[in-house]
């Protein structure tokens, strides 16, 4: 079974250009989190989709990014325009909703972004 | 303002020995508590949990201790092995499944 996916690894944008990360999560698990770490510190929470729902957002840090997950199977982080504090490693993670879920993340390999 | 705390930001231990991670919440609210394992370049992986229920769970070479009372968890590695060496973040969820991250310990298992 594939795991969390994330593409692109890494990203090298210059700043006020545009980037849009993806993640695929693993099949069937509803609820994906978008979470993101800045130089070597904790992991921030930035969003939470249930499905195609966003169940909590309140970590995005503004309007410039931009979260999406049609059809409640892949989901896309964008943001527009970066700035130099947007670089960082940008971790995606699924889990199983409802009974099953143990509380248990998976998590993807992280997409890194450098915002020159 | 962390809820989430790990204030050793890396620790040091002989192969064979003993590996005591620490962390320290402030929100009464979770109710889960997890450890993850992280690598270079890679992911967090999972690595094993207590619910708030609890005081002690184990598996394995693993042990995690929760003292609710001073909102504080261990992880207890035993014994260390060269592997073991990585970056380990404790997290709390809160109802609703808001998980938060603490800064993360980085272990070094010296053979």
């Known amino acids: 079974e594939a795991g969390v996916t994330q593409f692109p690894s890494h990203s090298v944008i210059e700043k006020g250009q545009t980037v849009t990360l993806r993640c695929d999560p693993i099949s069937g698990h509803d609820n994906l989190y978008w979470y993101r770490r800045v130089m070597g510190k904790e992991i921030k929470f930035l969003l939470h989709?249930?499905?195609?729902?966003?169940?909590?957002e309140s970590g995005m840090p503004n309007n410039r990014f931009l979260a999406e997950r049609t059809g409640g199977t892949y989901s896309t982080l964008k943001v527009q325009p970066a700035e130099l504090e947007d670089s960082g490693v940008y971790f995606c993670?699924?889990?199983?909703?409802?009974?099953?879920?143990?509380?248990?993340?998976?998590f993807g390999e992280g997409s890194r972004l450098t915002v020159l | 303002d962390q809820q989430v705390k790990q204030n050793s930001p890396s620790l040091s231990v002989q192969e064979g020995r003993i590996s005591i991670l620490n962390c320290d919440y402030t929100n009464s609210m979770f109710d889960y508590f997890l450890w993850y394992k992280k690598y270079p370049a890679e992911g967090p992986t999972f690595l094993i949990s207590?619910?708030?229920?609890?005081d002690k769970n184990e598996d394995g070479r693993f042990t995690v201790f929760l003292n609710k009372s001073a909102k504080h968890l261990s992880l207890h590695i035993v014994p260390s092995q060269p592997g073991d060496s990585a970056v380990y973040f404790c997290a709390a969820r809160e109802r609703g499944q808001n998980f938060v991250f603490g800064p993360g310990t980085r272990l070094s298992v010296l053979p």
């Open positions: 989709f249930v499905k195609e729902s966003k169940q909590d």
């Open positions: 207590i619910s708030s229920i609890k």
């Open positions: 993670a699924s889990s199983l909703l409802g009974g099953k879920n143990t509380g248990e993340l998976f």
